[in-house]
């Protein structure tokens, strides 16, 4: 091997702990990287790439340590890690090579540059740890931000497809993910979790970390506890061990002491609604279905907040519905007295729009990272405290009382800011103008001596013209040669013999003089002393600051829970939004409810509101049918987020809302291949279908779209079909059941509590009018060409459509004169009075055409004695199937 210097050896030493990150080598004012690092970061962030030794040919790129940020953002966003590696001592005090540590490692998880983060989204890293048994999993999960100090637990139960697992990170939403290696060998866990989660970084982490014991011990010593008890994870070991975990890496890479995090929540799942991965894509609730933007969601609509913590926790909010009456309604009376005293609202949210990101500037003060201005934010943020408070003077509702009353207004953090920090500091915090005059006296003594001998540098130089006689004569200064008196050749004669020649010039002369060296360390010594000093007290001042971190997250908490009422009742002013009254009766009562989103982005027309009336004794289960386009997923929808809206203690758009609480919400709505999985169309449906068949209790919303369209229409009718049947009998859940299958109207007069509802539509000759009107009754067609021309589809196909229709028509007409299904005891009849306008068939009649269509084609004389035997069972086993 080549000989390498000790400044690389040193390197070397360093780069072999961090094999797996980036290592930013600090050499004077710039980062440097070397060998395979060298090359990557040169090919990612698109700079030069060098050789640190022509001979030894060791690959080198860097980039300036004042902008380093924006680089290393670059590399965590291209699922790099990197490794901080600084000088931990002053050069000019070394013996050899500068002493160097990492004194932090940046993961996506771990990142903390407001430029890098979302401002209204959490950037959370999890640790997961599962536990198998025979019939279920145990999981335990922790998640953390470091950038706002949120760090939160639970534990749940799981089925053996990992389904409860996938929906709680989904609602997590994670950047990183750390586990075990026992659990990262787990290959049917880890390649579900890369397949829905493409975008997630996972990796394994110390084993002995996840140990219970050791877990369990990280925990009470961070928090300064004799128990988990006050957090209410004592008894849940699996969330424990993941939550010791993942305090354990983040002491490990961001080496610190964590001030920010000092709180852990536990999640109770009991206490809020759980929110599946499909209801939330299909509802749209804070992910557009079609570029996964905030646009076109009910978070769109909904948010009117005008700070970040505000951002984030109604974020919180829209995915974790409340299931709690008196809480929900203390938010809806929150609501209510802000939306009707307009003046309260108004001085509050002008107050609001002057708030910084408290949780994330407190971040950045308790990793050491905040500057002089991340200080002045803090305290113009803190000067609006009082007005808040003040213009809550007249609020009347309990959680309006409650967070006034509890909002400390932090006067004497403002106060010490406001006395010790200047209003407009630079940007780095080591080359002083940061300490205001009269905070310290040494301060303002080495200031005066520094001001005072810049002025004796300007007297002298007049002082040297006079005595000379040389006027273009003047004093200069630069980093090399300190203070200096320059001269130029047409003066040189008039030099006198105590100037001392420094350096020669192409014009002139450089020279000093023991008196100006005397004013230079004077005044450098006192420049020199003034910035360390001020560093040094703007580093006390920062850690005062943080010691008092909790007070600030709390004040944090109650501005962003204002902020997301005074955000619901600007929407329910701006829209015309109205006060559920929430019950815990079984009934869904709306009159003209609207869709949140569909009204605001409608340009050309009005939107037309419906009625919704669900129960669980009259009116279950609602069939609604009607022509594509017609409105009938856009209905539905609204329901469905109506009910949530109202949950979360939000105004809905509508006339009169009765809401009962309803335990979930599953929806079914739309069609996709799941092609990571390799799943078409009908299996991603038939495994959505049959989660919510698993998981709906009777509290429950139900939306059903089309179910059984992705397959024959034999087999997909009588999928449906058996699905209502299934629904009605076993579950008894509210259901809007959206279909084209005319059939299923049959049901209204065979089960109770069921329903038909249509889409109104206007026949204008050829075209039809979409009245978006829903209305009692079944469908009689399905508009099919008629929707199909409204798209544009060539003219010469729409002509031909119709004359197949016809045709088939007529065969239909000719072989069903009269319609054969069963009675209530499963007995074949004949009824001509169950016969459609339209010619369809009913369900029994279809299974039946199947089978006949079936034999027809059978070759009877290939066939063995057994094979015609099975053929027989199986045709027996499909009559069967029917009646069972």
């Known amino acids: 091997m080549c000989k390498i210097t000790p400044m690389m050896q040193q390197y070397k030493e360093i780069k072999d702990k961090y094999k797996d990150a980036i290592l930013f080598f600090r050499m004077g004012d710039f980062y440097e990287m070397f060998f395979d690092d060298a090359i990557t970061a040169s090919r990612e962030l698109e700079i030069a790439l060098t050789s640190r030794d022509a001979k030894n040919e060791i690959p080198m790129a860097g980039v300036p340590h004042h902008s380093a940020e924006s680089y290393i953002s670059r590399l965590i966003n291209r699922g790099y890690k990197v490794a901080i590696c600084e000088q931990v001592e002053d050069p000019k005090e070394a013996k050899g090579i500068v002493k160097r540590e990492v004194i932090r490692v940046i993961t996506p998880g771990t990142i903390t540059d407001n430029n890098a983060l979302e401002e209204k989204k959490n950037n959370f890293l999890i640790s997961v740890l599962l536990e198998e048994n025979p019939r279920e999993i145990e999981a335990g999960l922790a998640f953390v931000d470091i950038s706002t100090g949120e760090f939160g637990v639970t534990q749940f139960t799981s089925d053996k497809e990992y389904t409860r697992i996938i929906e709680e990170i989904s609602r997590i939403d994670p950047v990183e993910c750390i586990t075990s290696s026992d659990l990262l060998q787990n290959k049917k866990f880890i390649n579900l979790v890369k397949k829905k989660f493409n975008y997630l970084s996972v990796d394994s982490f110390d084993d002995s970390a996840f140990i219970y014991k050791n877990a369990y011990s990280k ?176 609020c009347q509702s309990t959680k309006l009382l409650q967070l006034k009353n509890n909002l400390d207004v932090l006067e004497d953090i403002c106060a010490l800011i406001d006395l010790s920090i200047e209003n407009d500091p630079p940007i780095t915090v080591k080359d002083g103008g940061i300490i205001k005059p009269g905070y310290n006296e040494e301060v303002d003594e080495l200031k005066k001596i520094t001001r005072e001998g810049k002025n004796l540098i300007a007297s002298l130089e007049e002082e040297e013209k006079e005595k000379t006689g040389i006027k273009s004569l003047k004093i200069g200064f630069n980093k090399v040669f300190g203070y200096y008196i320059e001269v130029t050749k047409s003066n040189l004669s008039l030099v006198p013999d105590r100037y001392i020649r420094k350096q020669t010039l192409v014009n002139g002369e450089r020279y000093i003089t023991p008196e100006l060296k005397e004013f230079e360390t004077k005044i450098l010594g006192a420049e020199e002393r003034v910035k360390e000093l001020e560093y040094n007290l703007f580093v006390d001042i920062r850690e005062q600051i943080s010691s008092q971190m909790k007070r600030i997250q709390e004040c944090a908490k109650i501005i962003a829970e204002l902020d997301v009422l005074s955000s619901f009742a600007e929407v329910a002013s701006l829209y015309n939004y109205i006060k559920p009254l929430i019950t815990n009766s079984d009934e869904i009562k709306i009159k003209n409810s609207r869709h949140p989103v569909i009204e605001r982005v409608l340009k050309e027309e009005l939107f037309v509101p419906n009625d919704v009336n669900l129960d669980c004794n009259r009116n279950q289960l609602v069939i609604i049918t009607g022509p594509n386009m017609a409105g009938k997923s856009t209905y539905m929808r609204q329901v469905a987020l109506i009910v949530l809206m109202a949950q979360i203690g939000c105004f809905v758009p509508a006339d009169h809302a009765e809401i009962s609480i309803v335990d979930r919400i599953f929806t079914r709505v739309g069609a996709s291949d799941d092609l990571a999985s390799g799943d078409s169309t009908f299996m991603v449906e038939m495994k959505e279908v049959s989660y919510i068949l698993k998981n709906a209790t009777k509290r429950s919303l139900l939306i059903l779209d089309e179910v059984g369209r992705g397959t024959s229409t034999y087999d997909g009718l009588s999928i449906a079909w058996a699905v209502i049947e299934y629904i009605h009998k076993h579950i008894g859940a509210k259901t809007l059941f959206a279909t084209h299958y005319h059939e299923l109207t049959q049901l209204e007069g065979k089960l109770d509590r069921v329903k038909n509802y249509k889409i109104s539509v206007k026949e204008k000759g050829n075209d039809i009018i979409f009245l978006r009107k829903i209305v009692q009754g079944g469908a009689d067609k399905s508009y099919g060409i008629h929707v199909a021309s409204l798209a544009g589809l060539p003219y010469r196909v729409i002509k031909r459509a119709k004359e197949i229709l016809g045709n088939l028509e007529k065969v239909e007409a000719a072989a069903t004169n009269k319609i054969i299904e069963p009675d209530d005891n499963n007995k074949l009849k004949d009824s001509a009075a169950t016969s459609f306008d339209n010619k369809q068939m009913g369900l029994y009649n279809y299974v039946c055409e199947s089978i006949i269509e079936d034999i027809k084609s059978l070759d009877i004389m290939t066939m063995t004695p057994i094979e015609a035997l099975n053929y027989l069972y199986s045709v027996k086993k499909k009559l069967q199937s029917f009646e069972g």
């Open 219 to 394: 925990l009470i010593t961070h928090f300064k506890v004799n128990s988990l008890e006050k957090f209410g994870c004592e008894s849940l070991p699996l969330a424990v061990q993941a939550a010791g975990a993942i305090l354990e890496y983040l002491y490990q890479t961001q080496k610190t002491a964590l001030k920010n995090i000092n709180n852990l929540k536990t999640l109770i799942p009991q206490e809020f609604m759980n929110l599946d991965m499909a209801t939330r894509r299909n509802l749209e609730l804070v992910k557009s279905i079609r570029d996964g933007s905030k646009s076109g969601t009910l978070l769109w609509i909904l948010d009117k907040t005008l700070t970040a913590m505000g951002g984030r926790m109604l974020r919180a909010w829209i995915e974790q519905p409340l299931l709690q009456k008196n809480k929900i309604e203390e938010r809806l009376d929150a609501v209510e007295n802000l939306l009707n005293n307009v003046i309260m609202r108004e001085e509050l949210r002008e107050q609001l729009k002057e708030i910084y990101d408290l949780e994330r500037l407190m971040g950045r003060i308790t990793y050491g990272s905040a500057n002089a201005r991340d200080l002045i934010a803090l305290k113009k943020s803190l000067k609006v405290l009082p007005n808040i408070r003040k213009s809550l003077t007249s």
